[in-house]
């Protein structure tokens, strides 16, 4: 039974992790989406923690690195696909567009980082206490 919990957790926490991925990955909002992630990732932790979900804890990292990793190469591979579909012509450059989404990756992976490290410190942490 603590498998379709754990499962539960680990859906729940996804979608909401995506909800606030969504506003990290805009440059602009970057900074202000970095205090949800560390808010959420402490969240995250606690509630590992408190639902007893200890031998899950090297399962939910790597379970959640591998989404991470999963979404990080489809983000690539859309990225490849929009760059045909410039038009040089409306004011866009193919140098714009490469450093968007340079930013956009680099936003991402900075945010992936910021939630499996926040989530792993508070989840050691609340278990060692």
């Known amino acids: 039974m603590d498998v379709i919990y754990y499962a539960i957790f ?6 909401f992790l995506m909800q606030i991925f969504k506003f990290s990955t805009y440059h602009k909002y970057f900074k202000f989406a970095v205090f949800f992630i560390l808010s959420y990732s402490v969240l995250n932790g606690y509630l ?6 200890q031998a899950f804890f090297f399962w939910h990292l790597l379970v959640f690195l591998v989404l991470f990793f999963n979404n990080f190469q489809k983000q690539k591979k859309i990225g490849a696909a929009f760059e045909n579909l410039i038009d040089v012509e409306s004011g866009l450059s193919r140098d714009f567009f490469e ?31």
């Open 99 to 129: 450093t968007s989404l340079l930013k956009t990756l680099k936003y991402y992976v900075l945010s992936a980082l910021i939630y499996l490290i926040v989530f792993a410190g508070t989840y050691i942490y609340y278990s060692n206490r």
């Open 48 to 53: 590992f923690y408190f639902f007893h979900f």
């Open 10 to 15: 680990a859906l729940a926490s996804w979608f």
